[in-house]
Structure formats: structure tokens, C-alpha cells
């Protein structure tokens, strides 16, 4: 089978796993860039030529066509195959899956963003309340989606959409993060989805074995220097 271009990403990136499921769903191969090296590589003037943001991933097509932005190429790619069913089945199907995938990005993706950057100190001071209203942010949408899902295998109709590769995606790395095992019990379906997605024979190698964390993430603050 010809490649249809190459991703860049990383192999445990969670965004590029997204686009590689999407990719292995539809029978389409995508490459990885062989000996990628993060913060060097993307700053090459020939892949700023590309992809004049930086940032991975980023899909270099066999066609010369480039495209960055992760819903971007997940969504190209969902619709190259002619019978792919992962975009819906009509209209309302389609803005369903972009409504779930909005959610997984916006809702659920950019708490867990925050609240690991906030963790690890990369905003510098860190501010209790700010971390707290992240978590309630992001265990607002967990509800939304529970609720959603205890009636239904999947979320826009009886088969896998790109809606629930971009949600998985985006479970699975908050349960590395903040999603821990006091929460995850509040949310059964939403794990269950997670690990029906993931586990998917076509999917298994690209995701992985989930990892979920016990506790979450905490801050620490820097060891204070002796006098
Ligand atoms: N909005 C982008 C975000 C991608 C992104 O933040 N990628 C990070 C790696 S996880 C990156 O390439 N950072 C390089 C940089 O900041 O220069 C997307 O959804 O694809």
C-alpha cells in the first residue's frame, strides 16, 4: 500500500495517536518521520518552510500537500477513504462528530493541559484555586460526557467516529494526569469508552496499554536552598 504522507510525531504523543488511529481505521498508511528529534528538527528552517507554526503534529503529504493543526489532519485523513464511516453518515452526523471532537479538544484536552503545565511549575507560581478551578472545569465536561454515554456503546451512532478516537485520545492522557483513580470510579462509562476505543485490534498498537495513575499529579514545590 503507497503511504499517504508522513506524520510528524512522536510515537506516545496522544495527538499524533489520534491521527495514526484515524489513519489505521480508514486503510490508510502514514509514515513517521525516522529519528525525529522534538525542539531541533521542528525548528529547521526546511519544516518551518512547511509548517510555519513549529508544532507537531504536522502531516507532510505524498501530494505536496502540508497541513497542521491536530482536528485539521485528523478530519483530512478521516475523509480520504471514499466509505469511511468515520465522519458520520450524513449532515447531522457530521456536525456531531465535530461537536465531540470541539469537546474532547476544548472541554476535556486543555484542562488537563493546563492543570499538568500548572503542576510541574510551568507558569511559574503555582495558585491553588487556579488548579481547582481546572478540575471542576474538566470534571464538568466528565459528567456531560458520562451521562451521555451510560446509554450508548458510542457517541454519535452505532459505530466508531472520528468523535470517539479524538475523545479516547484525549481520556487517556488525562488519566495519566489528573484523572485518578477516585475520579475514574465516578465515571464508568466514560473509562469503558476509553478502553473500547483504544483496544480496538486495528488501534492497539498505535495506542498502547492505557496508564492510569493512582493520584493525581501534584505540585512540589522546589526544594528550598540551605543556608
Ligand atoms: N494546536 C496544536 C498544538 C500542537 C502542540 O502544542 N504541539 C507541541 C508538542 S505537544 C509542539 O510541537 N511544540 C513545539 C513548540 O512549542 O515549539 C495542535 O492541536 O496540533
Same mark, same amino acid.
Given at each position: 500500500?503507497?503511504s499517504?504522507?508522513?506524520?510528524y510525531?512522536?510515537?506516545?504523543?496522544?495527538s499524533?495517536q489520534r491521527i495514526?488511529?484515524v489513519?489505521a481505521?480508514?486503510?490508510l498508511? +502514514?509514515d513517521?518521520?525516522?529519528n525525529? +528529534?522534538?525542539?531541533?528538527d521542528n525548528?529547521?528552517?526546511?519544516?518551518r518552510a512547511?509548517?510555519?507554526?513549529?508544532k507537531?503534529p504536522?502531516?507532510?503529504?505524498?501530494?505536496?500537500? $502540508?497541513?497542521?493543526?491536530?482536528?485539521?489532519?485528523?478530519?483530512?485523513?478521516?475523509?480520504?477513504?471514499p466509505?469511511?464511516?468515520?465522519?458520520?453518515?450524513?449532515?447531522k452526523e457530521s456536525a456531531?462528530?465535530d461537536?465531540?471532537v470541539s469537546?474532547?479538544d476544548?472541554?476535556i484536552?486543555?484542562?488537563?493541559?493546563f492543570?499538568?503545565q500548572?503542576v510541574?511549575?510551568?507558569f511559574?507560581?503555582?495558585?491553588k484555586p487556579?488548579?481547582?478551578?481546572f478540575v471542576?472545569r474538566?470534571? #464538568?465536561?466528565?459528567k456531560?460526557?458520562e451521562a451521555?454515554?451510560s446509554?450508548r456503546?458510542f457517541l454519535? $451512532?452505532?459505530?466508531?467516529?472520528?468523535?470517539d478516537i479524538s475523545?479516547a485520545?484525549v481520556?487517556k492522557r488525562?488519566?495519566m494526569v489528573d484523572l485518578d483513580?477516585?475520579?475514574?470510579?465516578?465515571f464508568?462509562n +466514560?473509562? #469503558?469508552h476509553c478502553e473500547?476505543?483504544? $483496544?480496538?485490534p486495528?488501534?492497539?498498537?498505535?495506542?498502547?496499554?492505557?496508564?492510569?495513575?493512582?493520584k493525581a499529579?501534584?505540585?512540589v514545590p522546589p526544594?528550598k536552598?540551605?543556608?
Amino acid at each position: 500500500m503507497a503511504s499517504i504522507g508522513t506524520l510528524y510525531t512522536w510515537p506516545t504523543q496522544g495527538s499524533g495517536q489520534r491521527i495514526r488511529a484515524v489513519a489505521a481505521l480508514n486503510g490508510l498508511q +502514514v509514515d513517521l518521520p525516522e529519528n525525529y +528529534v522534538h525542539h531541533q528538527d521542528n525548528d529547521k528552517p526546511e519544516f518551518r518552510a512547511k509548517f510555519p507554526h513549529g508544532k507537531i503534529p504536522a502531516f507532510d503529504g505524498a501530494d505536496g500537500f $502540508n497541513l497542521f493543526e491536530t482536528t485539521a489532519i485528523a478530519r483530512y485523513i478521516a475523509s480520504l477513504a471514499p466509505n469511511s464511516t468515520l465522519l458520520g453518515s450524513d449532515l447531522k452526523e457530521s456536525a456531531l462528530v465535530d461537536q465531540w471532537v470541539s469537546f474532547a479538544d476544548n472541554e476535556i484536552a486543555a484542562n488537563t493541559t493546563f492543570i499538568y503545565q500548572l503542576v510541574r511549575g510551568v507558569f511559574g507560581t503555582y495558585v491553588k484555586p487556579i488548579h481547582t478551578t481546572f478540575v471542576e472545569r474538566q470534571i #464538568r465536561a466528565l459528567k456531560t460526557l458520562e451521562a451521555h454515554l451510560s446509554t450508548r456503546t458510542f457517541l454519535v $451512532n452505532e459505530r466508531i467516529t472520528l468523535a470517539d478516537i479524538s475523545v479516547a485520545s484525549v481520556i487517556k492522557r488525562a488519566a495519566m494526569v489528573d484523572l485518578d483513580a477516585s475520579l475514574r470510579v465516578k465515571f464508568p462509562n +466514560v473509562m #469503558r469508552h476509553c478502553e473500547t476505543v483504544v $483496544n480496538q485490534p486495528q488501534l492497539k498498537d498505535i495506542f498502547g496499554t492505557m496508564q492510569y495513575i493512582n493520584k493525581a499529579l501534584t505540585y512540589v514545590p522546589p526544594a528550598k536552598e540551605k543556608k
